[in-house]
């Protein structure tokens, strides 16, 4: 996203134009930088700021699946997030965290299977609400979990900013459930 700056000098229609000498213009020319980079830093803190991954993507309500209206789920790797759409239409869109190293397979896929929870001695990390696209081993689940069952939230500030899994799609914990109980077996997933 771009972002233009401009500034705008409002003059008295019977003030009399004057120019301005090199230290004035330095003067204007410094303020109007200190604006413009005052404008971008809250810019990008607007742009930063953390997703609540306790909480749906959106606050509007999920789409109603059926088989006459499917969804198809497409990640898009470079902007970490997952589109839903029916009849070409978008119609929800997800924070999502996919995997480091580009890691996260790129393709064609479809919804294989599902389940309420796992835990990965290996990576020392789990997930709730999982549901795969390419045999068990890439799934959409939840932010990670520790061997407790505890979200480890050290984790789930990448959702919407960065690639941090093992190349699995992590959402949101109402967005991975939604998927989980809503999405059926056979649906489409692109991933580019």
């Known amino acids: 996203m771009l972002i233009g700056f401009g500034v705008w000098f409002a003059q008295h229609p019977n003030a009399q134009s004057r120019p301005q000498s090199t230290s004035q213009k330095q003067k204007t020319a410094t303020v109007n930088s200190s604006k413009a980079s005052s404008a971008t830093s809250s ?9 609540d991954w306790t909480k749906p993507s959106q606050t509007k309500a999920y789409p109603t699946v059926t088989t ?10 470079a902007k970490q997030r997952v589109y839903i759409t029916q009849k070409d239409q978008l119609v929800y869109t997800m924070y ?3 995997g480091i190293n580009d890691s996260t397979p790129h393709g064609t896929f479809h919804i294989i299977d599902r389940g309420a929870n796992f835990y990965n001695p290996t990576e020392k990390m789990g997930a709730n609400y999982w549901t795969s696209f390419k045999g068990n081993t890439y799934l959409f689940h939840t932010v990670p979990t520790d061997e407790n069952g505890k979200y480890i939230t050290s984790e789930a500030v990448y959702l919407g900013k960065k690639p941090s899994s093992h190349g699995c799609v992590r959402l949101s914990i109402p967005d991975a459930k939604w998927i989980n109980e809503h999405v059926p077996g056979g649906t489409k997933v692109v991933i580019k």
Not at 43 to 51: G, N, Q, Y
């Open 96 to 98: 999502c965290s996919t």
């Open 43 to 51: 810019s990008k803190k607007t742009v930063s700021k953390t997703v």
């Open 68 to 77: 006459e209206d499917p969804v198809v789920l497409t990640v898009d790797l």
